[in-house]
């Protein structure tokens, strides 16, 4: 069997994998960003990469169709529409997921060929905010630290970001540093307690983007404390006063902590020079995400904390290649190698290394109003590419719907069904993670290979090769690349002009890679300069690429909150530990499907009490736009008045339990990213009869008023709620299970209103369904595994195991499938901590994702322990 060095597909810290032939995967104990370890998500790959679900082929409106009819009418009708109504009538939206030389084709051939800048990519909804507030700052999207820094860091602020969960390993690395120094202090900016929280010191439960004033008062705090770096300000930095003078005029107050909290932070911050702070999509997506994202570099600006080791701020992308993207130009208003669009010169210079027939002159249109632009009927092709924004932007029925109003769609994807695909007119299937090949750059500036173990199945095909394909048939010349190495290497020399003007992105010492050396790239830091030595930090020593060279603080001011009455409440998306965004393939995984396996909405309990709901009820989400369906959950996570549901569901898991539906299309003026953690909703108790909980060998998908499915080790499993009761219960059971043979057992109470039906088919169990008209109290993970088993019916009807099977209940640890009542009797047995706790359950051994969970229960458990 052989071994392939590659690089994770999910996150932003950009994990090495090992992966074997047979799909076996390992952390890469060679890598830098995760020495040998891997998340949840990351250990599951294996089981994500089967051909289940796979686009293998070319279709035209749902027809197979050849590779060659397919681009033929690609290229036509893009020509056709940029013939007859200009080059902004046609537009790409790509995504994070794609490799570097994806990217940089994509982007070469709109705004150096078709002559516009409608490119953009599902990175804006990501860290959009985040690099408009480094080009306001720095002068440029430089990241200037690396992932050492957060381990060097005497204090670690966390702002807006659920690390533990979003960025798992890097968390670790967080977590083996505060272990090795104790003295190490770890912060958690968030208006929601999450699992990042469990590891601070201090948690501070900020109220919605009540971070400009928090760092506002950061600022003026620094000025009155006399921490203020002069001599790095007076050589490297303007605006210093004018920022401060704004900083002073705002009450912190506004940041909804009391003077204790802001004490105590303003005390950490200031009181140790070795501070990182690391932000995330809590600060980025909002509507005032780029204010936010200037209000923390002003602070480290101010005292000079930046570029050197431990210190500085550092904002972790969400995407694999987010990174890259921004790189290779891929957002709307940004050119190639960190370029800029609107500077004549770099246009010239850019258009010459490509020798390409025109340029864009001006921004194209971001994300959010791209898709407005497409439901305004300006924009008459669209070629969408590994990514679903039917499902991932806010408004997504509204956006669902301007994709159909486009008079011709392509997506190349690898998945057949998406939401988005749903909507396009051609689909051009995609090569995958772990078939092709390229390069991914992560949030420390590393460029990592990904490297193909698996052969590329039928007719799928590299991005890059499509788009050439596409290219050269509407009569483009430069676009003849007999690999993504020769892309690599033209990307890596079109680096010269950037060094040339000055600029921060150069990896010149790249241009000149054979084949061979390509293959062989191991992950590097950028800048890589010819003769040079690569990496390192920036701007320790200023040399900003603003034009006097100095850094911009800016003045912030604080954001208005205006009151809704109509929509009172303020729902934040995001996502869960096992999920990776629209689940096309985490959701393939049955042991990643077990964690959380139903969308849900966190609520406070005392809006619980307000509204009416109860825990593990149904609630409907509304906003202007949509609603959403999803289960309640009442916690104190929440603050009163702020709502937490995840995104990731989509119409093949769970079409009403879409969050983005109810996500309103509010945008950042200067970033245009997306508000997707802020948007004003109301909700209400969703008048369901029944509730049931359905396994089945098959796969489900019932189309009930809610309903919501997930993979399980022998079939699927499914909730499901309707609005009537049915006239007969082995019907509406046959109908959800996808069961028409067997024999049927049925327990029917038509005095309480509920119902079990099990069909057993050679007296194997195939399905089981249970109905009441209360959320359906029996254990999941034990109904779940009887699937497939000669269980008795009677028995399987009972709903939870006898004494002698004992109940594990809901997955904590997904590697090793432990659940929580066996840590909760582990712990009663006294292992009391998390190294115990896997010693005797293997919980939390393998890639450790579930460990701040596992310390939860440890906690939990002495608590209770405490009050009696
Ligand atoms: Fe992949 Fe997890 Fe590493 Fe992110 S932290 S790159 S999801 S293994």
Redesign the pocket.
């Known amino acids: 069997m052989s071994s392939t060095c590659t690089t ?1 597909p ?2 932003g ?3 090495g994998v090992i992966a074997q032939s047979d799909g076996t995967v390992s952390g890469d104990e060679s890598h830098p960003a ?1 020495f040998g370890r ?2 949840s ?2 250990s599951a790959l294996g089981e994500t990469i089967d051909l289940e679900g796979r686009l293998l082929h070319p279709q035209i409106n749902g027809q197979a169709a050849s590779w060659e009819e397919s681009l033929d009418l690609v290229a036509q009708k893009f020509g056709q529409a940029i013939a007859e109504h200009g080059p902004d009538s046609v537009a790409f939206y790509v995504s994070g997921q794609i490799l570097t030389e994806d990217y940089y084709v994509a982007n070469k051939l709109m705004k150096g060929y078709i002559g516009s800048a409608n490119i953009d990519t599902n990175s804006r909804l990501c860290m959009a905010s985040s690099v408009a507030g480094h080009k306001r700052a720095f002068g440029s999207d430089t990241v200037p630290g690396t992932y050492e820094d957060l381990e060097e860091a005497d204090v670690l602020v966390l702002v807006g970001s659920n690390l533990a969960w979003c ?4 968390y670790q690395r967080v977590v083996a540093a505060k272990a090795a120094r104790p003295e190490m202090r770890v912060i958690n900016v968030d208006p929601r307690r999450t699992a990042t929280s469990d590891l601070a010191d201090l948690h501070l439960a900020i109220r919605p983007d009540g971070d400009a004033a928090l760092f506002n008062g950061l600022l003026t705090e620094i000025a009155t404390r006399d921490a203020v770096n002069h001599a790095y300000v007076d050589a490297h930095v303007t605006g210093f006063e004018a920022s401060l003078a704004a900083a002073q005029s705002c009450d912190p107050s506004e940041s909804g902590l009391s003077a204790e909290e802001l004490r105590a932070f303003y005390d950490l911050w200031i009181g140790s020079e070795k501070v990182v702070t690391v932000y995330s999509q809590g600060v980025n997506q909002s509507a005032c995400g780029t204010d936010k994202v200037n209000a923390i570099l002003n602070c480290h600006l101010a005292t000079g904390r930046i570029g050197r080791a431990g210190m500085g701020p550092f904002s972790v992308t969400g995407q ?1 290649n987010a990174m890259g993207g921004r790189e290779v130009g891929g957002l709307a208003n940004m050119l190639a190698c960190h370029l800029d669009l609107e500077n004549a010169a770099h246009r010239d210079a850019v258009q010459a290394a490509w020798n390409s027939p025109t340029m864009a002159e001006k921004p194209g249109l971001k994300a959010v109003d791209l898709f407005q632009a497409c439901a305004d009927g300006k924009i008459k092709a669209l070629w969408i590419m590994s990514t679903n924004p039917a499902v991932s932007l806010p408004d997504a029925n509204g956006v669902a719907e301007a994709i159909r109003n486009v008079p011709f769609t392509v997506s190349s994807d690898m998945m057949v069904e998406t939401d988005t695909n749903a909507c396009c007119d051609v689909l051009l299937p995609a090569a995958g993670w772990g078939e092709k090949s390229g390069t991914v750059t992560n949030s420390e500036r590393r460029i990592s290979r990904q490297r193909p173990f698996l052969p590329v199945p039928a007719e799928a095909c590299a991005d890059w090769s499509m788009m050439c394909d596409v290219a050269k048939r509407m009569g483009f010349n430069g676009f003849d690349y007999p690999s993504e190495a020769a892309i690599f290497r033209e990307y890596a020399a079109l680096s010269q002009v950037a060094a040339d003007f000055g600029r921060d992105f150069d990896i010149t010492g790249l241009s000149d890679l054979s084949d061979a050396d390509y293959d062989a790239l191991k992950p590097v830091q950028w800048p890589v300069p010819k003769g040079k030595a690569s990496g390192g930090r920036f701007f320790a020593e200023g040399g900003f690429y603003h034009a006097d060279g100095k850094a911009k603080m800016l003045p912030i001011a604080l954001p208005v909150q205006n009151a809704n009455e109509t929509y009172p409440l303020r729902l934040n998306t995001g996502r869960i530990r096992d999920q990776w965004h629209t689940m096309t393939r985490s959701g393939k995984a049955a042991r990643l499907s077990q964690h959380l396996a139903e969308p849900f909405v966190e609520i406070h309990p005392e809006d619980a009490v307000a509204y009416g709901i109860r825990d593990a009820e149904l609630v409907e989400v509304t906003s202007p736009t949509g609603t959403s369906i999803l289960r309640a959950l009442l916690t104190h996570r929440v603050q009163p008045g702020a709502l937490f549901a995840p995104m990731h569901w989509t119409n093949s898991f769970s079409a009403p339990g879409r969050a983005n539906a109810a996500v309103p299309s509010e945008t950042d003026p200067v970033s245009g990213q997306p508000a997707l953690k802020g948007g004003a909703v109301q909700i209400a108790r969703f008048d369901a009869k029944w509730f049931g909980f359905a396994v089945s060998v098959n796969t489900m998908r019932p189309a009930r008023p809610y309903w919501a499915v997930a993979k399980a080790a022998n079939g699927w499993r499914a909730e499901v709620a309707g609005c009537k009761i049915p006239q007969n219960w082995e019907a509406e059971a046959r109908a959800i299970l996808g069961l028409t043979g067997g024999d049927a057992t049925l327990f029917e109470d038509p005095a309480s209103g509920s119902a079990r039906v099990a069909i057993t088919e050679n007296g194997v169990l195939t399905g089981l369904f249970f109905a009441a008209p209360t959320p359906v109290a029996v254990s999941r993970q034990y109904v779940t595994g009887l699937l497939g088993t000669e269980q008795s019916p009677l028995q399987a009807l009972a709903g939870r195991a006898g004494a002698d099977r004992p109940d594990p209940g809901a997955t904590v640890c997904s590697c090793f499938e432990v659940g929580v009542n066996t840590l909760k009797l582990a712990i009663e047995d006294g292992a009391t901590s998390v190294a115990a706790l896997g010693d005797r359950t293997c919980a939390g051994t393998n890639c450790g994702s579930c460990k701040p969970e596992l310390q939860a229960l440890i906690d939990a458990s002495l608590q209770k322990v405490a009050a009696e």
């Open positions: 994770c999910y996150c810290v950009g994990c995760n891997l998340c998500k990351g960025h798992p390993v890097l694999p």
